[in-house]
């Protein structure tokens, strides 16, 4: 089942809430970073919760398309 996945080496972003049962089955696959304090739709009301998650996603962008017009 793993052969129809993402080739090893793929770096994608996962989010996700503590206590939520589909986020804690895809903890197995992360290994980079986790926020502690944060919860459902937190990086939409909070700014600087907002300018982390951005952070975290123009670091995934910049990994594949280089420089990211993105600014905060």
Known sequence: MWDLGLPEGWKMLVTGCEGDP?????VDLVK???TQ???????IIDPLKTKKFLLL????ISHFKGNV???L
Do not use: N, W
């Open 57 to 60: 996603v123009r670091k995934l």
């Open 32 to 34: 980079d970073t986790f």
């Open 37 to 43: 304090g944060f919860y459902h739709g937190s990086e």
């Open 22 to 26: 589909l986020i804690d089955r895809q």
């Open 69 to 71: 017009f993105v600014k």
